[in-house]
């Protein structure tokens, strides 16, 4: 498919993190959770350090990172679940002594690599039966702002939370059209 990935519809995430955590994936449903939270690109979230997300032995509530296409910083919330599923993740083996929170699994590669981030992410989305090539790295990105932007329709909570610099870049990114700003205008009575 060439295009736009799609966001995930809520009951798809909550499908992958029932299976992950039934399957004790600690990574997997912390990596997963924060894609969701962050709603960073995948370059910037499998860069991640612990010291993003923990401070004096705790995770943070909202952390700020700088974006790598951008070179400006964008924060985000770490939601009740998400810093739960990290604090599990953080206590496992393979963390002691990391600097990074995704670490590769070989000592040359400091943290996993893009690459193997689009391998789990099409993995889950198999997992639960969807198209494996209508979902992708972005589709972690778009999950949570696509929920904001139908239940507000603010789209400038959407510029700010993505780190666009233009409100365009956010309409396309959206995908909102003539129709959406049509219902939108009915849907206001003065």
Request: glycine letters at 6%; aromatic letters at 6%; charged letters at 25%.
């Amino acid at each position: 498919m060439v295009g736009q990935k799609r966001p995930l519809k809520p009951k798809h995430v909550w499908a992958i993190r029932v299976r992950l955590e039934l399957a004790e994936n600690h990574r997997d449903l912390a990596l997963f959770n924060l894609a969701i939270d962050s709603k960073l690109r995948g370059c910037d979230l499998v860069k991640l350090k612990v010291v993003d997300v923990m401070a004096s032995g705790r995770i943070k509530e909202r952390a700020s990172v700088l974006q790598s296409k951008t070179q400006k910083p964008v924060r985000f919330e770490i939601s009740e679940g998400t810093r739960a599923s990290l604090e599990r993740w953080m206590q496992g083996p393979l963390m002691v002594g990391s600097e990074y929170l995704w670490p590769g699994r070989l000592h040359e590669r400091l943290h996993i690599s893009t690459r193997q981030y689009a391998r789990i992410v099409r993995d889950w989305v198999t997992s639960i039966g969807l198209e494996v090539s209508a979902y992708g790295t972005h589709s972690m990105r778009r999950t949570k702002v696509t929920q904001i932007y139908k239940k507000t329709g603010n789209l400038r909570a959407v510029q700010l939370l993505l780190g666009h610099t233009k409100m365009d870049s956010t309409v396309r990114y959206l995908g909102v059209e003539l129709e959406d700003a049509l219902a939108i205008a009915e849907a206001i009575e003065i």
